[in-house]
């Protein structure tokens, strides 16, 4: 469920819209003036630790000869 409210009323009520994404995982849509300003919603995911970041890239190895010639042209 997408939920349109306006930054002032976002001020007013942040506490009950912060609850209701993380309980319920509503989204608001935030307008200001008629514009979409942001988006709060439930994330994604919880994230990554450090350690299973190492884990997955540890072993990925260095890049090649020519990795920095290759951004560089970029």
Request: no cysteine; glycine share 10%.
């Amino acid at each position: 469920m997408e939920t349109t409210i306006t930054t002032g009323d976002l001020a007013d009520t942040l506490a009950e819209v912060l609850d209701r994404v993380e309980t319920r995982g509503e989204r608001f849509v935030v307008e200001s003036n008629g514009e979409r300003v942001a988006t709060i919603a439930p994330p994604t995911s919880r994230g990554i630790t450090l350690a299973a970041l190492i884990a997955q890239v540890g072993d990925l190895g260095m890049p090649g000869d020519g990795f920095a010639d290759d951004l560089e042209a970029i």
